[in-house]
C-alpha cells in the first residue's frame, strides 16, 4: 500500500500535475480550502443533505470576506431549510404576474374570493400556495389576551395578538430561524443605495450583522435574487401571523375575522345591546391597533410590507424581467400611490403599511359600519348618543387605510 503511494507521488511529479484532492485522499484527508468546501457543498446541497450543505458552507464562508457565492449557496439552502421550493417559488411568483395582467380566472382554491388585486390578496394567495405553519410556529407568533371584557361580553374570551419581531421570536419560529439565517449570510452582499436604503429592518442597519462586501467578487445577481426570495417567504409567514384566526389543536386562536363576525351578530334592539356593540367597539379598536401596528418596525404588519419591498428592489438589482415580477411591484405602486392620498403626517413607509392594513380590514370595516348603522340610524336613537364616542372610535381604528367606504350617519 505504501509502495502504491510512493509510485503514485512520483508519477504526479511531486504534486505538480496531480490535484491536492487525490493527495488529501491518499493520506485520508479532506481539502479545507474554500473552493473545495464550496463544491462538496453544493453537491451536498443537490442531493438534499441540507444539514451537511450548510456546515460545509459555513465552513467555506468563514475562510475570508470574499465570500459572497458561499453566502449566495446558504441563502438557498437555509430557503430549503425553511421548507421552500425554489422552483416552486418561482413559477409560483411568474404564474401570478402573468394572471394578474390576463383576463383569466385562477381555478386555484387560493384565489381570492374577490375580482380585485391586492397586495393583501396576493399575500394571501401566495401563502396559501406556498405555506404551512405548524402549531407550534402559530403559538411563537403571537399571544392569547383574556382582557378585553367588552369582547367577552360578546363571546369573544380571548384574542390572538402577533408578537414583535425579534431574534427570540425568530428561533422559536422555525422557518422564521432558517430564513433569518440565509438573511444575515447575503446581507453584505447587498446592495446598499438601491435596496437597503429603504428597509426598516434591523439587521439591515447593523454593521456586525451586515458589514458591508458589496466591493469584493461575487455573482451580485444570484446574491439579490436569493435575497428576495427569503424576504418574500418572511413576508408571507409574517402577513399570516397577522391573519390567524380560528380553531387548531383545540386551541382557539381568534382573531379579527371571528371578532367581526361576532359584532356583526350583537343584538342591538335596546340600550343595553347598543352599550355591548360599543364596549365591544372599543376593544376592537384596541385590538386592531396591536394586531396592525403600523408605526412599528418590529410589528409583523410592517415587517409584510418590508419585505414586499425587499422583494421589489431587490429583483430590480438582479435585472429580473417584470414577467416574474410583476405582482409585486404592480401592488406596491398602487399601494405608493393610495399612502401619497392619506392624511396625516406619517412617514411614507407607515402609510404604506397603513394601506396594507386598509386591503386586510377592508370588509370588516365595511361590516362594523353596516351594525353601527343599523343600530344607530340616527344619534337619537336609544343609547346612541352615550355610546358614540365608542363606537366612532371602533370604526376609525378599523378602517385606517381603507381606500374607500361609507362612514356611518352616528360617526360623520
Same mark, same amino acid.
Given at each position: 500500500?505504501?509502495?502504491?503511494?510512493?509510485?503514485?507521488?512520483?508519477?504526479?511529479?511531486?504534486?505538480?500535475?496531480?490535484?491536492?484532492?487525490?493527495? !488529501?485522499?491518499? %493520506?485520508?484527508?479532506?481539502?479545507?480550502?474554500?473552493?473545495?468546501?464550496?463544491?462538496?457543498?453544493?453537491?451536498?446541497?443537490?442531493?438534499?443533505?441540507?444539514?451537511?450543505?450548510?456546515?460545509?458552507?459555513?465552513?467555506?464562508?468563514?475562510?475570508?470576506?470574499?465570500?459572497?457565492?458561499?453566502?449566495? $449557496?446558504?441563502? !438557498?439552502?437555509?430557503?430549503?431549510?425553511? @421548507?421552500?421550493?425554489?422552483?416552486?417559488?418561482?413559477?409560483? $411568483? #411568474?404564474?401570478?404576474?402573468?394572471?394578474?395582467?390576463?383576463?383569466? =380566472? #385562477?381555478? #386555484?382554491?387560493?384565489?381570492?374570493?374577490?375580482?380585485?388585486?391586492?397586495?393583501?390578496?396576493?399575500?394571501?394567495?401566495?401563502?396559501?400556495?406556498?405555506?404551512?405553519? =405548524?402549531?407550534?410556529?402559530?403559538?411563537?407568533?403571537?399571544?392569547?389576551?383574556?382582557?378585553?371584557?367588552?369582547?367577552?361580553?360578546?363571546?369573544?374570551?380571548?384574542?390572538?395578538?402577533?408578537?414583535?419581531?425579534?431574534?427570540?421570536? &425568530?428561533?422559536?419560529?422555525?422557518?422564521?430561524?432558517?430564513?433569518? +439565517?440565509?438573511?444575515?449570510?447575503?446581507?453584505?452582499?447587498?446592495?446598499?443605495?438601491?435596496? $437597503?436604503?429603504?428597509?426598516?429592518?434591523?439587521?439591515?442597519?447593523?454593521?456586525?450583522?451586515?458589514?458591508? &462586501?458589496?466591493?469584493?467578487?461575487? #455573482?451580485?445577481? +444570484?446574491?439579490?435574487?436569493? %435575497?428576495?426570495?427569503?424576504?418574500?417567504?418572511?413576508?408571507?409567514? %409574517?402577513?399570516?401571523?397577522?391573519?390567524?384566526?380560528?380553531?387548531?389543536?383545540?386551541?382557539?386562536?381568534?382573531?379579527?375575522?371571528?371578532?367581526?363576525?361576532?359584532?356583526?351578530?350583537?343584538?342591538?334592539?335596546?340600550?343595553?345591546?347598543?352599550? !355591548?356593540?360599543?364596549?365591544?367597539?372599543?376593544? %376592537?379598536?384596541?385590538?386592531?391597533?396591536?394586531?396592525?401596528?403600523?408605526?412599528?418596525?418590529?410589528?409583523?404588519?410592517? $415587517?409584510?410590507? !418590508? @419585505?414586499?419591498?425587499?422583494?421589489?428592489?431587490?429583483?430590480?438589482?438582479?435585472?429580473?424581467?417584470?414577467?416574474?415580477?410583476?405582482?409585486?411591484?404592480?401592488?406596491?405602486?398602487?399601494?405608493?400611490?393610495?399612502?401619497?392620498?392619506?392624511?396625516?403626517?406619517?412617514?411614507?413607509?407607515?402609510?404604506?403599511?397603513?394601506?396594507?392594513?386598509?386591503q386586510i380590514n377592508q370588509a370588516y370595516a365595511a361590516s362594523l359600519a353596516q351594525k353601527i348603522e343599523q343600530a344607530c340610524p340616527t344619534a337619537a336613537t336609544a343609547g346612541c348618543s352615550d355610546n358614540k364616542a365608542s363606537l366612532c372610535a @371602533?370604526?376609525?381604528?378599523?378602517?385606517?387605510?381603507? =381606500?374607500?367606504?361609507?362612514?356611518?350617519?352616528?360617526?360623520?
Amino acid at each position: 500500500m505504501r509502495r502504491t503511494g510512493l509510485v503514485l507521488l512520483l508519477s504526479c511529479g511531486w504534486l505538480n500535475s496531480c490535484g491536492s484532492a487525490n493527495v !488529501n485522499r491518499l %493520506f485520508g484527508m479532506e481539502d479545507e480550502s474554500y473552493s473545495s468546501l464550496l463544491q462538496r457543498a453544493q453537491f451536498a446541497y443537490d442531493d438534499g443533505e441540507f444539514s451537511r450543505a450548510a456546515e460545509l458552507a459555513n465552513k467555506a464562508y468563514g475562510r475570508a470576506e470574499n465570500n459572497g457565492d458561499a453566502g449566495v $449557496l446558504l441563502g !438557498n439552502i437555509h430557503l430549503s431549510q425553511a @421548507g421552500i421550493d425554489i422552483f416552486q417559488l418561482v413559477g409560483k $411568483l #411568474s404564474t401570478l404576474s402573468s394572471s394578474s395582467t390576463s383576463s383569466g =380566472s #385562477s381555478t #386555484s382554491k387560493c384565489k381570492s374570493s374577490s375580482d380585485a388585486r391586492s397586495a393583501s390578496s396576493v399575500l394571501t394567495e401566495m401563502s396559501c400556495l406556498l405555506l404551512s405553519l =405548524s402549531d407550534a410556529d402559530k403559538d411563537a407568533l403571537g399571544s392569547t389576551v383574556t382582557s378585553y371584557n367588552g369582547l367577552k361580553a360578546i363571546g369573544v374570551p380571548s384574542v390572538y395578538i402577533p408578537n414583535e419581531v425579534n431574534d427570540d421570536l &425568530r428561533s422559536k419560529v422555525g422557518v422564521l430561524g432558517a430564513l433569518d +439565517k440565509g438573511i444575515r449570510a447575503l446581507c453584505p452582499f447587498i446592495d446598499r443605495t438601491k435596496v $437597503l436604503a429603504s428597509s426598516i429592518d434591523e439587521r439591515h442597519k447593523n454593521a456586525d450583522i451586515c458589514p458591508d &462586501r458589496t466591493k469584493t467578487s461575487f #455573482s451580485s445577481p +444570484k446574491a439579490h435574487i436569493a %435575497f428576495a426570495l427569503l424576504h418574500l417567504v418572511e413576508a408571507l409567514v %409574517f402577513q399570516q401571523g397577522v391573519l390567524i384566526d380560528g380553531v387548531s389543536s383545540g386551541e382557539t386562536r381568534t382573531g379579527v375575522q371571528t371578532i367581526s363576525t361576532k359584532m356583526s351578530s350583537v343584538n342591538t334592539g335596546s340600550v343595553q345591546g347598543v352599550a !355591548n356593540l360599543a364596549l365591544a367597539a372599543a376593544d %376592537f379598536a384596541n385590538v386592531i391597533g396591536k394586531i396592525f401596528d403600523t408605526g412599528n418596525s418590529k410589528s409583523q404588519i410592517a $415587517l409584510a410590507l !418590508n @419585505g414586499l419591498i425587499m422583494v421589489s428592489k431587490s429583483f430590480e438589482a438582479a435585472g429580473v424581467p417584470s414577467s416574474v415580477t410583476s405582482v409585486i411591484t404592480t401592488q406596491l405602486t398602487n399601494l405608493q400611490k393610495t399612502a401619497a392620498n392619506l392624511p396625516g403626517t406619517g412617514n411614507s413607509t407607515t402609510k404604506q403599511t397603513q394601506v396594507l392594513s386598509g386591503q386586510i380590514n377592508q370588509a370588516y370595516a365595511a361590516s362594523l359600519a353596516q351594525k353601527i348603522e343599523q343600530a344607530c340610524p340616527t344619534a337619537a336613537t336609544a343609547g346612541c348618543s352615550d355610546n358614540k364616542a365608542s363606537l366612532c372610535a @371602533g370604526f376609525t381604528s378599523i378602517s385606517q387605510g381603507v =381606500s374607500s367606504i361609507s362612514t356611518p350617519t352616528l360617526c360623520k
